[in-house]
């Protein structure tokens, strides 16, 4: 069974900075995007960054410049490097996985329980 499993939330002073991590574990073949979410109390979900497996990156228009993905495939993870936080930052953030479990034919989304960023003085 594959899961994936974030930490590295916490509370944070705006201009502090986190760094989140998400390892995805179970029969994988191989991993296309790995993406973060965040969505806070009120809102709907967005899509925060992506990473997929050509080496492209996205990014929200609220954080480029500010938050950097990475990936490092062979650990089968995803990270979310954060600067110059923000008090609008303060949201749960998810990672989500695009995943070819081994022996099958398809790829299937995966996602995290999330981890809880609060940026506040």
């Known amino acids: 069974q594959v899961q994936l499993v974030e930490s590295g939330g916490g509370l944070v002073q705006p201009g502090g900075s986190l760094r989140l991590s998400c390892a995805a574990s179970g029969s994988i073949f191989s991993i296309n995007n790995m993406d973060w979410y965040r969505q806070a109390p009120g809102k709907e979900r967005e899509l925060v960054a992506r990473?997929?497996?050509?080496?492209?990156?996205y990014y929200t228009d609220s954080v480029k410049g500010r938050f950097t993905i990475s990936r490092d495939n062979a650990k089968n993870t995803v990270y979310l490097q954060m600067n110059a936080l923000k008090p609008e930052d303060t949201a749960v953030y998810y990672c989500k996985m695009v995943i070819h479990a081994s022996g099958t034919y398809y790829t299937m989304d995966y996602w995290g329980k999330g981890t809880l960023v609060t940026v506040s003085s």
């Open positions: 990473a997929s497996s050509i080496g492209s990156t």
